[in-house]
């Protein structure tokens, strides 16, 4: 700024004076709260310290004019320096102010190391040739809203975190709760209400590739006798053991599921009628040998004409009664062909 632009009847500060606005500019560099600084643009292309405020001389713990006449790479530490360097080039290439943003570590009042974050406008000054010979900065130290950001947004990192861990507890919660809800409560085989739905799938499943489909009915050889002589407590573990023992000898894809006091029903995909058959007769000497009970089994497997799962059903359930007449303790298997009318 020159007298003559004072004198400007036009300019803002035309209005106070002069004099008035030379002692408006020295106590605006002395009083005002964040960093000021003059830097002068050498022929050599060094940037020199020309004049900076008591608040940065305060915030760089030097005494008043230790920095003057200095060049930058002598004030500030690597690699800050050369970003510092590099912003100063730019903005005389340019000719045109530039704010930014940047990062800088200065020794404290206490002198330990600082690390702050300041908010910058870089303006060129130009002399009456129309050269940059000077560089005017006001810099805001914006590092409490920095970190206050930064806390933020670590905090709301955790919380992000925290909902996804909730989440996933609730969906477990959830699968644990759909679990318990098709699973018979004494036995934790499936329920009857899930085992036909899923039949239904692998009905329409079987119908749309050609695959196989087939089912065990099964159920405890004399089991009031168990209830009867030693008890509903003991008649529970047997049905309990029963399904353990069971299970052992299925295919992860099958499903083993109770349909009524004693009777089980087992569902096989995948698995035609001499299949099932050899499962159920694992089954069977699985369980005999666990002298607990013997059961008796009944197989049937899907025939082109069925016109819905349960005609699988009513063959193996007529499977099965056949196996009980037939002396129990043992496995029955009824082709398509034996099926009654009506079946279906």
Not at 61 to 87: Q, S, T, V, Y
Not at 123 to 150: C, E, K, Y
Request: net charge negative.
């Amino acid at each position: 700024m020159t007298h003559d632009h004072l004198r400007d009847s036009s300019h803002p500060l035309a209005a106070i004076g002069i004099d008035d606005a030379w002692q408006f500019i020295r106590d605006l560099w002395n009083h005002f709260p964040e960093n000021m600084f003059v830097i002068r643009v050498a022929d050599n292309g060094d940037f020199l310290v020309e004049a900076v405020n008591p608040v940065q001389e305060a915030m760089l713990n030097l005494p008043p004019g230790a920095c003057i006449g200095k060049r930058i790479d002598e004030l500030m530490p690597e690699p800050g320096c050369r970003d510092i360097i590099a912003r100063y080039r730019r903005c005389v290439e340019r000719g045109e102010p530039m704010r930014y943003e940047e990062r800088g570590v200065y020794d404290g009042m206490d002198g330990t190391p600082q690390d702050g974050y300041w908010i910058t406008l870089l303006m060129p000054i130009r002399a009456h040739d129309g050269v940059i010979r000077h560089l005017f900065g006001i810099s805001q130290n914006v590092t409490d809203i920095h970190r206050a950001r930064v806390a933020l947004e670590q905090q709301n990192e955790r919380l992000e975190q925290r909902v996804i861990e909730r989440t996933r507890e609730l969906e477990a919660l959830n699968r644990q709760l759909e679990e318990q809800a098709n699973r018979d409560g004494l036995t934790h085989a499936f329920n009857r209400r899930y085992l036909y739905e899923t039949a239904a799938g692998e009905y329409q499943r079987a119908r749309r590739y050609g695959t196989n489909l087939s089912a065990i009915m099964l159920d405890v050889d004399q089991f009031k006798a168990f209830n009867d002589e030693r008890g509903h407590h003991y008649g529970d573990m047997v049905l309990v053991d029963l399904v353990r023992t069971a299970q052992y000898e299925l295919r992860s894809s099958d499903r083993l599921g109770r349909v009524g006091g004693d009777e089980f029903m087992i569902l096989l995909p995948e698995a035609d009628l001499a299949r099932a058959h050899a499962t159920a007769e694992r089954i069977r000497e699985a369980v005999s040998g666990r002298a607990l009970c013997t059961v008796s089994l009944g197989v049937a497997e899907l025939a082109p004409g069925d016109a819905a799962v349960d005609a699988v059903f009513h063959r193996a359930d007529a499977a099965l009664r056949h196996a009980k007449r037939s002396g129990r303790a043992r496995t029955s298997a009824l082709p398509a062909a034996h099926a009654s009318p009506g079946s279906g």
